[in-house]
């Protein structure tokens, strides 16, 4: 189908260059020559490699993305039948969105801090909720890096994401066999039965953190008991591991139900972290007499009756020992109660 290009489909759509490819259908890059705009156009074609399920899913898509409606998403845009030299097929028509893909990032040696990668999973939980909470609810199958297109760091964001590529919609059962949707390394158990529910999106795009975070294919790396093995190979903290394990948990029950809960598990962890972080650590003024134990809890205050000098009793007498003795203990003590109690108001 790469003759394709240059063709003008539809009297409309100029194909300028290949994006992708698949069994039975090519994604090109036109020009639309009435809007003078970018669009993507996705050409299935009756040929020996096409099937009635292959088309099934095609229609599927496109009419998944006429019922969708959100910026991260693209835009379905027109849907015809088209007809050439090498064949008849179905063209779809969707918005061209400008950004490169997490595969794309990644293999051109961008590393993703641990920050970085919170804020996509922030950004593809609140796509994933989404779609889940759709009428009906759309459940991607196929989320993988090369389908999350990520624009450049901008500002403090670390870039805008985009969850591209409906196309593995639907699941197709065949008489005596199953067609499995999706990636290896990015299938939970469960849609290699022909099941999927919204915790199998949940896996996958665990799957696809743990790829930019260790920059391995996940089906590359070490596994026991289903589930992937990958803290000695990731810079992340103990409860951002944590984290991505419970989405990569190959048993569904111990997966969280929803986008929604995953995300605010993500936001539980952060709030802790942050709470931690807040706990300063402030060493006690040079002539303070007391001690500051702390823990995330209480701040105990623990102090040191302070004796004046033997010097002093020998100048003033007996008669002004016990009044000298109150006024430099009681002057011992102020710096520590001081910086005590400054330390209790900032960690209020």
Same mark, same amino acid.
């Given at each position: 189908m790469e003759q394709l290009i240059g063709r003008v489909l539809n009297n409309q759509y100029r194909l @300028? !260059?290949? &994006? #992708?490819?698949r069994q039975g259908r090519r994604t090109f890059l036109a020009d639309n020559v009435k809007t003078d705009r970018q +669009? +993507?156009? /996705?050409?299935l074609l009756f040929s020996p490699e096409f099937s009635w399920d292959d088309h099934k899913l095609f229609e599927r898509e496109a009419e998944t993305l006429k019922s969708l409606n959100h910026t991260t998403i693209p835009q379905y845009l027109d849907y015809f039948d088209v007809e050439t030299e090498l064949g008849k097929g179905f063209a779809l028509v969707q918005s061209y969105i400008e950004a490169k893909s997490l595969k794309d990032? %990644?293999?051109s040696g961008r590393t993703f801090r641990e920050e970085d990668i919170k804020d996509i999973a922030k950004q593809l939980l609140n796509i994933l909720n989404y779609l889940h909470r759709h009428h009906p609810p759309v459940i991607h199958r196929d989320i993988k890096p090369s389908n999350i297109l990520f624009s450049d760091r901008s500002g403090h964001s670390a870039g805008q994401v985009y969850l591209v590529?409906? #196309?593995s919609v639907q699941t197709i059962v065949h008489t005596g066999t199953r067609t499995i949707v999706g990636t290896p390394g990015y299938i939970p158990l469960e849609q290699f039965g022909g099941r999927c529910v919204p915790a199998s999106d949940l896996y996958a795009l665990g799957a696809t953190l743990i790829y930019l975070a260790t920059g391995c294919p996940p089906d590359q790396l070490p596994q026991k008991e289903g589930r992937l093995l990958f803290k000695n190979k990731v810079n992340l903290s103990d409860s951002m591991v944590e984290?991505?394990? %419970?989405? @990569?948990?190959? !048993? &569904?029950?111990?997966?969280? /139900?929803?986008?929604?809960?995953?995300? /605010?598990? &993500?936001e539980a962890l952060e709030k802790s972290r942050l709470k931690k972080d807040n706990l300063t650590t402030v060493s006690k003024p040079p002539k303070s007499n007391i001690t500051l134990p702390q823990t995330s809890e209480i701040i105990e205050i623990i102090g040191a009756i302070v004796c004046p000098p033997l010097g002093v009793f020998l100048r003033v007498g007996l008669r002004w020992q016990f009044w000298v003795n109150i006024v430099f203990t009681l002057v011992g003590y102020i710096p520590g109660l001081v910086h005590a109690i400054w330390i209790i108001v900032k960690n209020r």
């Open positions: @300028t !260059s290949l &994006l #992708g490819r +669009v +993507v156009v /996705k050409i990032w %990644s293999e590529d409906f #196309g984290w991505l394990q %419970s989405l @990569t948990e190959p !048993s &569904l029950d111990l997966r969280p /139900k929803s986008a929604q809960q995953a995300l /605010k598990d &993500l």
